[in-house]
Every structure is written in C-alpha cells, then in structure tokens.
C-alpha cells in the first residue's frame, strides 16, 4: 500500500483570479486539509479562526484556519483550511474529500468516485 498524492487548487471564496496549486497527500486521518500559510495568504486566503488540532505525534496545537474553494479531479467543493508551517506538506483532509464524494484507495494510490455521495 502506498501513499496518494492529488493535484489541488486552492482559491479565496467568491471570484478570485489567485490560486494555490499544488500536490496534497490525501489523508483519510486528518479531518480538515492544510496548506502552507505563505501560499495560502498569496492566494488571497485568510484565517478566520482558531482551533486545536492533534498532530500524528499526539501534540496538541492551535492553528489558525480559513475557508476555501478546493479543486481536485474535476470536483469542485469548499472548506475549512488549516494555515500551516511554511515548509509543511499539504493534507487533503476527510471532510472535502467525502464532501466531494471520493475514497481514498490506497492499493491502486489513486482517489476513488463513489457513485453517489451518500445523504442517510
């Protein structure tokens, strides 16, 4: 099994012409998805809020997040992004990846399409 990298695009809600562009590693542990801060505030990203976040490591941090227009696969959905390191590697998170209706599949390390995103 292995590891699932995606290409994402990342924009500021309503028209906006800027963009973060990038590979994420789709990460079915990490609830939100993070980006470098620098890129993000490049991007015309903001942080809106504040909350505590568990790294893998067990350290509990507050971090900064802001709400964005997430790209990937020709799935187009909108979330809560976390403001991160300037040298971290970017997460796409479970909730946009179940809001945009896809598994991860990491025997194939490919993003899979449910038929149809489940309302019950």
Same mark, same amino acid.
């Not at 906006?16 to 980006?35: E, H, I, N, V, W």
């Given at each position: 099994?292995?590891?699932?990298?995606?290409?994402?695009?990342?924009?500021?809600?309503?028209?906006?012409?800027?963009?973060?562009?990038?590979? !994420?590693?789709? &990460?079915?542990?990490?609830?939100?998805?993070? /980006?470098? %801060?620098? @890129?993000?505030?490049?991007?015309? $990203?903001? +942080?809106?809020?504040?909350?505590?976040?568990?790294?893998?490591?067990?350290?509990?941090?507050?971090?900064?997040?802001?709400?964005?227009?997430?790209?990937?696969?020709?799935?187009?959905?909108?979330?809560?992004?976390? !403001?991160?390191? &300037?040298?971290?590697?970017?997460?796409?998170? /479970?909730? %946009?990846? @179940?809001?945009?209706?896809?598994? $991860?599949? +990491?025997?194939?390390?490919?993003?899979?399409?449910?038929?149809?995103?489940?309302?019950?």
């Amino acid at each position: 099994m292995g590891l699932v990298h995606v290409a994402v695009t990342l924009r500021k809600l309503g028209a906006s012409r800027k963009k973060y562009a990038a590979q !994420f590693l789709a &990460d079915s542990g990490a609830t939100d998805s993070l /980006a470098p %801060a620098k @890129e993000l505030k490049k991007a015309g $990203i903001r +942080p809106i809020g504040k909350k505590l976040y568990e790294l893998a490591d067990g350290t509990i941090v507050e971090l900064p997040f802001g709400l964005a227009v997430i790209e990937f696969q020709g799935e187009i959905t909108c979330g809560r992004v976390i !403001f991160g390191p &300037d040298n971290v590697e970017p997460l796409l998170g /479970a909730t %946009a990846l @179940e809001s945009a209706g896809m598994l $991860i599949d +990491p025997a194939n390390q490919r993003l899979k399409r449910l038929p149809a995103i489940p309302l019950k």
